[in-house]
Structure formats: structure tokens, C-alpha cells
């Protein structure tokens, strides 16, 4: 038995999808989205912080905010359209896997250029960078920045990470550079 959460319509003659890009991730545990989902109607600081990322652009694409439940991994993606609350839902049952595997994916493709590319273990990648070669919309504040950050704290081949406001400034571990500057490479192994 496989179980899980839906939302039922009565006699539908179609499914119609609308695409949707996720601007933006607000994380929460069981008893916050309980809460959340239970009064979607009540102005909340999360959306009105976040409301410049949640719009429908010139092609009828929503752009939105993702509320997941860290706890079940169900989500809600929301377009408040210019208000402090929920105007536009849907519901989205295991997302969080998905979204887990997206950003796992990122932080694959972010390692493979900065250990094929860096000299010196140093390594920047920039947000504007990601968004254009990944279409992943990343920021110090918007969620996601913090889960790409975390998936890349947890790699055993980055020595250090810090995000900044632009960027995640990356340090490897040398054994993992594959373009090492053998100058380079000896003075820090004397060091």
C-alpha cells in the first residue's frame, strides 16, 4: 500500500496544469504547516517578505512561492499576487524529494566546474551564474540559497563554504582539483 495526499475535483473533464517556476522555498515542520495550511487566508510575514517573487509573467508562467513540510515532504505553491496571503494554491504531495533532487543535482554540476577548473582550491560561483546555466533562482534569502547551501556544506570534497551575497565562495580540498598549479600545490603541501 503506498500512501499519500490528494485533492479530489468532482467530474473534471481536464487537467489543466499551468507551469509554474519556484522562486522561492519557505521550510516548514509539521506544526507550522498544519497551521499554515488550516488558515491559508491569514496575511502571513513569510509571503509578504517574498511577494516580488511571486507573479505571472508575459508567457502566463507562474513565478511562486513553495511552502514545504519538512516532515511529510508535502508542499504548496503559492502566487499571492501582490497580497500577504495564499490568493493563488496548489497542492503539491512529495515534493520535497523532487526539489531535493534538483538541488542535489546543482551542487553536482557546481563541484564538477570548480574542481575542473580551479588552480588554487578557491572556487566562486556566482547566483546570476546558476539561474543562467541551471534555471535554479538563487539568493542569500529566498530558501533555496540556503538548501544549496546546505547540500553543499554536506560534500566531503569542499573544505569550506560561505554564502555571500552574490555568491557561495567555495574552498576544495586540493585532492579533489583536477587543474592544480603544481607551484601552487607544493608551497601549501610545505606549509
Known sequence: MIKTNA???RKMIEIEAQPCVI?????MNQE???SFSRNMLADRDF???R???MYVDE????????VINEDSGDGIVIDSSGYDYARYVGFMPNIKP???????????????????????GSWAVFFDEIEEHYDLSVTANNGI???????LQSREEIAEISLEDNCFDLTLYLDFCKNLNPDEHEQNIGM
Do not use: P
Not at 508567457?59 to 513553495?66: A, F, K, R, S, V
Not at 526539489?99 to 588554487?120: G, L, P, R, W, Y
Open 32 to 34: 507550522q504547516y498544519d
Open 59 to 66: 508567457n502566463g508562467t507562474m513565478h511562486c512561492l513553495l
Open 145 to 151: 540559497g540556503t538548501l544549496l547551501l546546505n547540500e
Open 98 to 120: 523532487y526539489i531535493d533532487q534538483q538541488i542535489s543535482h546543482v551542487a553536482d554540476q557546481i563541484f564538477k566546474e570548480a574542481s575542473e577548473n580551479t588552480s588554487n
Open 47 to 49: 509571503i509578504r517578505d
Open 23 to 27: 522562486e522561492a522555498i519557505e521550510l
Open 51 to 53: 511577494k516580488k517573487d
Open 7 to 9: 485533492i479530489f475535483h
